[in-house]
């Protein structure tokens, strides 16, 4: 499979196949990595959306209560 060039470096021959096939199981890779994304910052952004109205109201009810 290897052949030894004069140079001393390695030649690789790879069928096309099996570059398709990499790259198939790349995107898989890159897709499920790039859905874990989306589910974390969607799950960040819910966290800083609650914690901002809770303090909202929190604040609200204090302004209120001194009216």
């Keep these: ?35 874990l994304q989306e589910r974390n910052f969607k799950s960040f952004i819910e966290t800083v959306t609650v914690t901002t109205n809770r303090r909202l109201d929190d604040l609200i009810r204090e302004v209120v209560c001194r009216l």
């Design 1 to 35: 499979m290897a052949k030894r060039k004069p140079g001393g470096l390695d030649e690789v021959v790879v069928t096309m196949s099996t570059v398709r096939e990499l790259l198939d199981n790349q995107k898989k890779e890159f897709t499920g990595l790039m859905e």
